[in-house]
């Protein structure tokens, strides 16, 4: 699912793309992505694109007289720009915005349709978008401790629900515990003041590194390749491969669809934890350490 970083680099583009620009027609292929029925899709004909902001992980495309297009693009959702009058006619098409110079074209590589455009009147009806999470770049270290202790669940969970901090997914919540070197499990009640800090510190520093390099690397074009797997991520997606601050093979967790990847001997103490849907089968054969995971 893109995440702050990539919300940014999409909203630069778009900026950059569409604002000043009436849309000339909206296509929909799929029946699934188009969630609300009024206000009618033929009132976005014609109208000028004013704003492109965001609400936690949706992008919001404000058009003339207080109209505006809500785009989620959950886990597979994408945006690309495509030639004049393209129309949606491959199966991860959803939906064709057609602008008199190109077309922004809103795809989906699943077969699970989660992704969704809302159509709304009036600035006040974007609340019911917001789930609420908290934005680490523009808050203080207190507001963020008493969101981050304000229930005890652990820290991958806390980062990752949007009520509690806006923007930040599966991706990036392993760099930022990376970072921070500060394990996925721990409760998020038993942390010390330092290790707090130190993870208020790493949320922001990683997200604002993530977003400038975003923004460098599509500050030319239109950004057709965002994706959660970078070469550059120190742990998320490197199962295997060896930490770059200490070179040790990363480890994951995997549960309910998510995969979680950290250094045992950065962010453990050198502890390997127990995947839950494996333990039950490996029992006393998970090795608990890197030490036996790595014996013969």
């Known amino acids: ?14 900026r950059r793309y569409i604002v000043d620009r009436p ?5 929909i292929r799929s029946p699934f992505v188009l969630r609300t029925v009024e206000p009618d899709l033929s009132e976005c004909f014609d109208r000028i694109v004013r ?37 949606p006619t491959r199966k991860a098409d959803l939906a ?3 602008f008199e110079h190109g077309t922004l074209m809103f795809t989906e590589a699943s077969t699970r349709k989660r992704a969704s455009i809302h159509i709304v009147r009036h600035e006040s009806s974007l609340a019911e978008f917001d789930r609420g999470g908290l934005d680490v770049l523009t808050t203080s270290l207190q507001r963020f401790t008493r969101q981050l202790t304000s229930q005890n669940r ?6 990752t629900d949007p009520t509690l901090f806006s923007g930040i997914g599966n991706a990036y ?25 130190r993870l208020y510190e790493a949320v922001r520093s990683q997200l604002i590194l993530w977003r400038d390099r975003l923004l460098q690397e599509n500050s030319d074009r239109f950004p057709e390749r965002v994706t959660a797997f970078r070469p550059e991520m120190a ?3 490197k199962y295997g491969q060896p930490c770059p601050e200490c070179g040790s093979p990363v480890q994951r967790l995997v549960y309910a669809e998510k995969e979680t990847n950290y250094c045992a001997k950065c962010q453990t103490g050198g502890r390997i934890l127990k ?22």
């Open 235 to 237: 742990v998320h997606g």
């Open 96 to 98: 064709a915005i057609q």
């Open 51 to 87: 704003t492109v902001d965001s609400i936690g992980k949706r992008l919001v495309l404000g058009l003339e007289d207080e109209l505006y297009l809500v785009i989620h693009l959950m886990i597979a959702g994408r945006l690309h720009w495509r030639k004049p009058k393209s129309a």
């Open 154 to 159: 652990t820290l991958k969970r806390v980062l």
């Open 275 to 296: 995947d839950r849907s494996l333990s039950r089968l490996l029992k006393d054969d998970w090795p608990k350490t890197l030490e036996e995971l790595e014996s013969p």
């Open 23 to 27: 849309i000339q027609s909206v296509m």
């Open 173 to 197: 919540s392993d760099e930022i515990l990376h970072a921070a070197e500060l394990s996925p499990i721990r409760w998020t009640t038993r942390l010390t003041e330092e290790e707090v800090s």
């Open 1 to 14: 699912m893109p995440e702050y970083p990539d919300i940014c680099v999409y909203e630069d583009a778009l």
